[in-house]
Protein backbone atom coordinates (compact mmCIF):
# COMPACT_ATOMS: atom_id res chain seq x y z
CA UNK A 1 0.00 0.00 0.00
CA UNK A 2 1.00 3.82 -0.06
CA UNK A 3 3.72 4.83 2.41
CA UNK A 4 3.99 8.82 3.01
CA UNK A 5 6.73 10.23 4.59
CA UNK A 6 6.97 14.26 5.79
CA UNK A 7 9.67 16.12 7.14
CA UNK A 8 10.30 17.76 9.12
CA UNK A 9 8.41 16.86 11.73
CA UNK A 10 8.71 20.34 13.51
CA UNK A 11 9.26 23.66 11.76
CA UNK A 12 10.13 27.34 13.63
CA UNK A 13 10.22 30.39 11.51
CA UNK A 14 9.86 34.06 11.97
CA UNK A 15 6.91 35.61 10.87
CA UNK A 16 7.20 37.37 7.16
CA UNK A 17 9.82 34.18 6.75
CA UNK A 18 8.86 31.54 4.12
CA UNK A 19 8.10 28.04 5.19
CA UNK A 20 8.38 24.67 3.32
CA UNK A 21 7.23 20.99 3.89
CA UNK A 22 8.57 18.32 2.13
CA UNK A 23 7.03 14.74 1.59
CA UNK A 24 7.44 11.66 -0.68
CA UNK A 25 5.41 8.67 -1.64
CA UNK A 26 5.86 5.15 -2.82
CA UNK A 27 2.96 4.33 -5.21
CA UNK A 28 3.10 5.66 -8.67
CA UNK A 29 -0.32 5.39 -9.15
CA UNK A 30 -1.16 8.02 -6.71
CA UNK A 31 -2.59 10.87 -8.13
CA UNK A 32 -4.31 13.29 -5.52
CA UNK A 33 -2.14 15.22 -3.22
CA UNK A 34 -3.85 16.88 -0.52
CA UNK A 35 -2.64 19.03 2.61
CA UNK A 36 -4.47 19.52 5.72
CA UNK A 37 -4.28 21.99 8.09
CA UNK A 38 -5.23 21.47 11.97
CA UNK A 39 -5.21 23.66 14.35
CA UNK A 40 -4.88 22.90 18.37
CA UNK A 41 -7.69 21.32 19.68
CA UNK A 42 -9.65 21.47 16.02
CA UNK A 43 -10.54 18.62 13.16
CA UNK A 44 -7.73 18.81 9.84
CA UNK A 45 -9.01 21.18 6.96
CA UNK A 46 -8.43 21.30 3.47
CA UNK A 47 -5.80 24.08 2.45
CA UNK A 48 -4.61 22.81 -0.91
CA UNK A 49 -4.25 20.25 -3.09
CA UNK A 50 -2.94 19.15 -6.35
CA UNK A 51 -3.33 16.85 -9.06
CA UNK A 52 -0.93 14.51 -10.71
CA UNK A 53 -1.57 16.08 -14.44
CA UNK A 54 -0.18 19.49 -12.63
CA UNK A 55 3.37 20.39 -11.43
CA UNK A 56 2.81 23.14 -9.51
CA UNK A 57 -0.64 25.40 -8.09
CA UNK A 58 -0.46 28.65 -5.83
CA UNK A 59 -3.18 30.13 -3.72
CA UNK A 60 -2.58 33.62 -2.53
CA UNK A 61 0.43 32.53 0.31
CA UNK A 62 0.32 29.19 -0.05
CA UNK A 63 2.02 27.22 -3.02
CA UNK A 64 1.92 23.12 -3.60
CA UNK A 65 4.83 21.83 -6.03
CA UNK A 66 4.45 18.13 -7.33
CA UNK A 67 7.09 16.19 -9.25
CA UNK A 68 5.91 12.58 -10.48
CA UNK A 69 9.30 11.05 -11.29
CA UNK A 70 11.00 11.73 -7.90
CA UNK A 71 7.36 11.40 -6.01
CA UNK A 72 7.89 13.73 -3.99
CA UNK A 73 5.49 16.74 -3.43
CA UNK A 74 6.18 20.36 -1.63
CA UNK A 75 4.28 22.89 0.59
CA UNK A 76 5.76 26.27 0.37
CA UNK A 77 4.37 28.98 2.68
CA UNK A 78 5.41 32.74 2.01
CA UNK A 79 5.34 35.73 3.93
CA UNK A 80 3.82 33.27 7.15
CA UNK A 81 2.09 34.78 9.96
CA UNK A 82 1.63 33.35 13.76
CA UNK A 83 -2.03 31.84 12.27
CA UNK A 84 -0.29 29.93 10.18
CA UNK A 85 1.16 27.94 13.43
CA UNK A 86 -0.66 24.80 13.02
CA UNK A 87 0.05 21.03 12.36
CA UNK A 88 0.03 20.27 8.39
CA UNK A 89 -0.35 16.84 6.90
CA UNK A 90 0.40 15.81 3.62
CA UNK A 91 -1.80 13.11 1.72
CA UNK A 92 -1.09 11.19 -1.34
CA UNK A 93 -4.25 9.11 -2.90
CA UNK A 94 -5.04 6.55 -5.66
CA UNK A 95 -9.11 5.99 -6.37
CA UNK A 96 -9.87 7.69 -2.75
CA UNK A 97 -7.72 5.69 -0.77
CA UNK A 98 -5.95 8.12 0.87
CA UNK A 99 -2.74 7.73 3.12
CA UNK A 100 -1.37 11.04 5.49
CA UNK A 101 2.09 11.84 6.46
CA UNK A 102 2.96 12.01 9.95
CA UNK A 103 2.59 15.58 9.69
CA UNK A 104 4.75 19.11 10.40
CA UNK A 105 4.38 21.29 13.43
CA UNK A 106 4.63 24.39 11.81
CA UNK A 107 5.41 27.36 15.12
CA UNK A 108 5.83 30.99 13.07
CA UNK A 109 7.59 33.26 15.57
CA UNK A 110 5.46 36.63 16.25
CA UNK B 1 -25.32 21.97 5.64
CA UNK B 2 -24.17 19.54 7.62
CA UNK B 3 -20.78 18.42 8.60
CA UNK B 4 -19.58 15.22 9.27
CA UNK B 5 -20.80 13.90 13.20
CA UNK B 6 -19.35 11.70 15.27
CA UNK B 7 -20.57 10.97 18.94
CA UNK B 8 -20.19 10.61 21.70
CA UNK B 9 -17.47 13.21 21.90
CA UNK B 10 -15.86 11.71 24.78
CA UNK B 11 -15.41 8.49 26.18
CA UNK B 12 -13.97 6.81 29.02
CA UNK B 13 -13.75 3.38 30.06
CA UNK B 14 -12.11 1.30 31.68
CA UNK B 15 -9.45 -1.38 30.51
CA UNK B 16 -11.29 -4.51 29.33
CA UNK B 17 -14.49 -2.95 28.42
CA UNK B 18 -15.58 -2.92 24.68
CA UNK B 19 -16.61 0.54 23.09
CA UNK B 20 -18.76 1.75 20.02
CA UNK B 21 -17.81 5.28 18.38
CA UNK B 22 -20.62 6.72 15.79
CA UNK B 23 -19.67 8.44 12.80
CA UNK B 24 -22.73 10.14 10.81
CA UNK B 25 -21.13 11.22 7.44
CA UNK B 26 -22.22 13.86 5.09
CA UNK B 27 -25.44 13.02 3.02
CA UNK B 28 -24.82 11.65 -0.23
CA UNK B 29 -20.89 11.07 0.61
CA UNK B 30 -20.03 7.40 -0.65
CA UNK B 31 -16.55 7.25 1.02
CA UNK B 32 -15.84 7.44 4.51
CA UNK B 33 -12.65 6.77 6.54
CA UNK B 34 -11.22 5.88 10.03
CA UNK B 35 -8.31 7.71 11.53
CA UNK B 36 -6.43 7.13 14.87
CA UNK B 37 -4.29 10.27 16.50
CA UNK B 38 -3.01 9.77 19.57
CA UNK B 39 -1.41 12.74 21.46
CA UNK B 40 0.53 15.05 19.24
CA UNK B 41 0.78 12.21 16.52
CA UNK B 42 -0.20 12.54 12.99
CA UNK B 43 -3.22 10.74 11.01
CA UNK B 44 -3.13 6.53 11.48
CA UNK B 45 -5.28 5.22 8.71
CA UNK B 46 -7.45 2.44 9.87
CA UNK B 47 -10.32 1.63 7.45
CA UNK B 48 -11.89 2.70 4.25
CA UNK B 49 -15.43 2.24 2.96
CA UNK B 50 -15.98 2.90 -0.75
CA UNK B 51 -20.08 2.65 -1.58
CA UNK B 52 -20.86 -1.39 -1.39
CA UNK B 53 -17.37 -2.06 -1.88
CA UNK B 54 -15.46 -4.49 0.45
CA UNK B 55 -13.58 -2.32 3.06
CA UNK B 56 -9.81 -1.85 3.04
CA UNK B 57 -9.43 -2.73 6.55
CA UNK B 58 -5.08 -2.71 6.38
CA UNK B 59 -4.72 -0.14 8.96
CA UNK B 60 -7.01 -1.55 11.78
CA UNK B 61 -4.10 -2.58 14.66
CA UNK B 62 -5.24 -5.78 15.93
CA UNK B 63 -8.37 -8.21 15.95
CA UNK B 64 -9.77 -5.86 18.45
CA UNK B 65 -10.73 -3.28 16.26
CA UNK B 66 -13.85 -3.38 13.71
CA UNK B 67 -15.72 -1.18 11.57
CA UNK B 68 -19.24 -1.52 10.22
CA UNK B 69 -21.15 0.77 7.82
CA UNK B 70 -24.48 0.32 7.42
CA UNK B 71 -26.64 1.62 4.56
CA UNK B 72 -23.66 3.22 3.19
CA UNK B 73 -24.22 5.72 5.63
CA UNK B 74 -23.48 5.35 9.43
CA UNK B 75 -20.56 3.68 10.74
CA UNK B 76 -19.76 2.12 13.50
CA UNK B 77 -16.15 1.68 14.60
CA UNK B 78 -15.73 -0.77 17.76
CA UNK B 79 -12.99 -1.76 19.97
CA UNK B 80 -13.51 -4.89 21.95
CA UNK B 81 -11.28 -5.35 25.50
CA UNK B 82 -9.66 -1.73 25.47
CA UNK B 83 -6.36 -1.38 26.45
CA UNK B 84 -4.89 1.71 27.92
CA UNK B 85 -2.85 2.42 24.30
CA UNK B 86 -5.92 2.51 22.38
CA UNK B 87 -6.28 6.00 23.72
CA UNK B 88 -6.78 8.23 21.40
CA UNK B 89 -8.71 10.92 19.85
CA UNK B 90 -10.73 8.42 16.66
CA UNK B 91 -11.32 10.78 13.28
CA UNK B 92 -13.69 10.02 10.80
CA UNK B 93 -13.91 11.82 7.51
CA UNK B 94 -16.29 11.29 4.38
CA UNK B 95 -15.93 12.30 0.66
CA UNK B 96 -18.26 12.08 -2.18
CA UNK B 97 -16.12 9.25 -3.53
CA UNK B 98 -16.66 8.24 -7.32
CA UNK B 99 -13.60 9.92 -8.29
CA UNK B 100 -9.93 10.50 -7.19
CA UNK B 101 -10.06 14.09 -5.76
CA UNK B 102 -11.88 14.05 -3.67
CA UNK B 103 -11.66 16.31 -0.36
CA UNK B 104 -12.19 14.86 2.80
CA UNK B 105 -14.10 16.19 5.15
CA UNK B 106 -13.48 15.41 8.88
CA UNK B 107 -15.70 15.11 11.89
CA UNK B 108 -15.29 16.42 15.11
CA UNK B 109 -13.42 13.16 17.00
CA UNK B 110 -14.25 10.95 19.75
CA UNK B 111 -11.37 11.70 22.65
CA UNK B 112 -11.55 7.67 23.90
CA UNK B 113 -9.70 7.60 27.00
CA UNK B 114 -9.44 3.89 28.51
CA UNK B 115 -7.99 3.78 32.38
Known amino acids: GENVEQHPSTLSVQEGDSAVIKCTYSDSASNYFPWYKQELGKRPQLIID?????GEKKDQRIAVTLNKTAKHFSLHITETQPEDSAVYFCAASRNNDMRFGAGTRLTVKP | GAGVSQSPSNKVTEKGKDVELRCDPI?????LYWYRQSLGQGLEFLIYFQGNSAPDKSGLPSDRFSAERTGGSVSTLTIQRTQQEDSAVYLCASSRGGRSYNEQFFGPGTRLTVL
Open chain 1, 50 to 54: IRSNV
Open chain 2, 27 to 31: SGHTA
